[in-house]
Antibody, heavy 119, light 109 residues
């Protein structure tokens, strides 16, 4: 079965760092891009950025550039989304998603990771 | 940046109704448009890609059309499982991102 499995919910304080993960299985991880999508409570979907796991090339939405870092470890078929200094406004559900082929729609989604940032 | 709009933002309908949702892009995106369905507490699900191609396993009552700047998602006969929020997404220029529309919530009339 093709799937993306994300790491569990996180509760952090403002200023803390965090890395969440997304592990692909059932397919060739390096053959498909992975994107990260934010959904703030009660709000819509926002594309954050994507990575090509074959060479770790990334590009980001201007709204998220400089605020998060996307990376991947192809040896363990895992993509990451990380923050160096969280803010309360980072509280959201974060999804990883696989692109169909290259710059294409997202056909497989992770189950989501809820990140709560509160003092 | 390419901006996406959807109308209506909320739609009240009954089982069996034909439902149409419109998505507009701020500039031409050819046919590089996808539609997703999201239910509360769940990840989005791909329904349509390349404006009119039905994703494998998606019921045929879902269809998409359009090109350029205006697109529609049609549900030919609304079923109880279809009450959800629907998002369009453009992917015309990946260097500019994969922008989502604001969503259309389909609820029970």
């Amino acid at each position: 079965e093709v799937q993306l499995v994300q790491s569990g919910a996180e509760v952090k304080k403002p200023g803390e760092s965090l890395r969440i993960s997304c592990k692909g299985s059932g397919y060739s991880f390096t053959s498909y891009w992975i994107s990260w999508v934010r959904q703030m409570p009660g709000k819509g979907l926002e594309w954050m950025g994507r990575i090509d796991p074959s060479d770790s090339y990334t590009n980001y939405s201007p709204s998220f550039q400089g605020h998060v870092t996307i990376s991947a470890d192809k040896s363990i078929s895992t993509a990451y989304l990380q923050w160096s200094s969280l803010k309360a406004s980072d509280t959201a559900m974060y999804y990883c998603a696989r692109h169909r082929q290259g710059p294409d729609a997202f056909d497989i989604w992770g189950q989501g990771t809820m990140v709560t940032v509160s003092s | 940046d390419i901006q996406m709009t959807q109308s209506p933002s909320t739609l009240s309908a009954s089982v069996g109704d034909r439902v149409t949702i419109t998505c507009r892009a701020s500039q031409s995106i050819s046919s590089w448009l996808a539609w997703y369905q999201q239910k509360p507490g769940k990840a989005p699900k791909l329904l349509i890609y390349k404006a009119s191609s039905l994703e494998s396993g998606v019921p045929s009552r879902f269809s998409g059309s359009g090109s350029g700047t205006e697109f529609t998602l049609t549900i030919s006969s609304l079923q109880p499982d279809d009450f959800a929020t629907y998002y369009c997404q453009q992917y015309n220029s990946y260097s500019r991102g994969f922008t989502f529309g604001p969503g259309t919530k389909v609820d029970i009339k």
